[in-house]
């Protein structure tokens, strides 16, 4: 009888043995090389292919980065992450579709530094958005170049709680939808935070905050930021839903159909120390919308400037 179960624990000892343990074969660090293979473990010397292939191998909370540049793929974003590339191009080319999708937790934090999202494959159609956030708790996008897609460039479009979005030292151009679309439908509070971000030449808005499907607030703050060449509004608010606030400090918004614009009765800009110029109308209100100026600004040379409140700094 003793005999018979040390048999069995034996066996069943191989049997736990052999089965991968998924948390174990999660590293805190892991590795993309252009000559890559996703069936590596994605360490420094074995590494893999895509993102796709290296995220299943990263612990929550874990980083992605890129031992030299290469196409690393589209890639749904469903936990806390760190993708951090600064080794030549690291490229997301897609068509038809999204680059990232952010769709983790309400408490979770990603971050996207140094990748070249591209929407304009060759032969073919256009990408969705470079980076569409549904939920997180912080999404920051740094150092990166996002151009090329149909919807927009950087995407806000989390339908749960609110999400706090950073776009810093960013190029978001010659998209063929908006820049920047910060279009929540859930119920927290959204915050953005726009710095050293250069937004150009793409079809739609420059950057646009859109209001009218959340309950929640909307605050965002852009700063030292070149909104220019695009087909509609450099910057833009609207908003007959949850109260929506933009404040602008220190950019340039030139060459737009709109350079600032505010439209509906919750719809609020203040700007100060921006050049406005050479823009179709330099302000515009309607709606009820508000924008108003701090009176350090320099408004000219558009083909209107436009009318707007002012107040003084505080």
């Given at each position: 009888?003793?005999?018979?179960?040390?048999?069995?624990?034996?066996?069943?000892?191989?049997?736990?043995?052999?089965?991968?343990?998924?948390?174990?074969?999660?590293?805190?660090?892991?590795?993309?090389?252009?000559?890559?293979?996703?069936?590596?473990?994605?360490s420094r010397t074995a590494p893999c292919k895509t993102f796709a292939?290296?995220?299943?191998?990263?612990?929550?909370?874990?980083?992605?980065?890129?031992?030299?540049?290469?196409?690393?793929?589209?890639?749904?974003?469903?936990?806390?992450?760190?993708?951090?590339?600064?080794?030549?191009?690291?490229?997301?080319l897609v068509s038809g579709t999204n680059g990232i999708v952010v769709?983790?937790?309400?408490?979770?934090?990603?971050?996207?530094?140094?990748?070249?999202?591209?929407?304009?494959?060759?032969?073919?159609?256009?990408?969705?958005?470079?980076?569409?956030?549904?939920?997180?708790?912080?999404?920051?996008?740094?150092?990166?170049?996002?151009?090329?897609?149909?919807?927009?460039?950087?995407?806000?479009?989390?339908?749960?709680?609110?999400?706090?979005?950073n776009v810093i030292g960013t190029t978001i151009a010659d998209n063929?939808?908006?820049?920047?679309?910060?279009?929540?439908?859930?119920?927290?509070?959204?915050?953005?935070?726009?710095?050293?971000?250069?937004?150009?030449?793409?079809?739609?808005?420059?950057?646009?905050?859109?209001?009218?499907?959340?309950?929640?607030?909307?605050?965002?703050?852009?700063?030292?930021?070149?909104?220019?060449?695009?087909?509609?509004?450099?910057?833009?608010?609207?908003?007959?839903?949850?109260?929506?606030?933009?404040?602008?400090?220190?950019?340039?918004?030139?060459?737009?159909?709109?350079?600032?614009?505010?439209?509906?009765?919750?719809?609020?800009?203040?700007?100060?120390?921006?050049?406005?110029?050479?823009?179709?109308?330099?302000?515009?209100?309607?709606?009820?919308?508000?924008?108003?100026?701090?009176?350090?600004?320099?408004?000219?040379?558009?083909?209107?400037?436009?009318?707007?409140?002012?107040?003084?700094?505080?």
């Amino acid at each position: 009888m003793m005999k018979k179960l040390c048999t069995l624990l034996a066996s069943l000892v191989l049997c736990l043995l052999a089965v991968p343990n998924a948390a174990q074969a999660q590293a805190t660090r892991t590795w993309v090389s252009g000559v890559g293979d996703d069936a590596n473990p994605c360490s420094r010397t074995a590494p893999c292919k895509t993102f796709a292939g290296a995220i299943s191998k990263t612990a929550t909370a874990g980083e992605i980065n890129c031992l030299d540049p290469g196409g690393f793929g589209a890639l749904t974003i469903t936990k806390a992450i760190s993708i951090i590339c600064q080794a030549g191009t690291a490229g997301v080319l897609v068509s038809g579709t999204n680059g990232i999708v952010v769709a983790a937790g309400a408490t979770d934090k990603v971050y996207l530094h140094g990748l070249d999202f591209e929407g304009l494959a060759p032969n073919s159609g256009p990408g969705l958005s470079g980076v569409l956030i549904d939920s997180a708790g912080i999404v920051t996008i740094e150092d990166c170049i996002i151009k090329g897609f149909s919807v927009a460039g950087i995407n806000l479009d989390n339908s749960s709680s609110g999400v706090a979005l950073n776009v810093i030292g960013t190029t978001i151009a010659d998209n063929t939808g908006e820049g920047i679309l910060i279009k929540p439908s859930g119920t927290g509070t959204t915050r953005v935070m726009i710095d050293h971000a250069t937004v150009s030449d793409n079809a739609g808005d420059g950057i646009y905050m859109n209001g009218n499907l959340t309950s929640g607030g909307l605050k965002m703050t852009i700063r030292n930021t070149e909104a220019v060449h695009n087909a509609d509004n450099g910057i833009a608010v609207s908003s007959n839903g949850a109260v929506s606030l933009v404040m602008v400090d220190s950019s340039n918004v030139l060459n737009n159909t709109t350079g600032l614009a505010a439209n509906g009765p919750n719809a609020t800009l203040y700007f100060t120390r921006t050049i406005v110029n050479a823009n179709g109308t330099g302000v515009n209100q309607a709606g009820s919308g508000v924008v108003t100026s701090y009176g350090t600004n320099s408004i000219a040379g558009n083909g209107v400037n436009g009318t707007f409140g002012t107040t003084s700094q505080q």
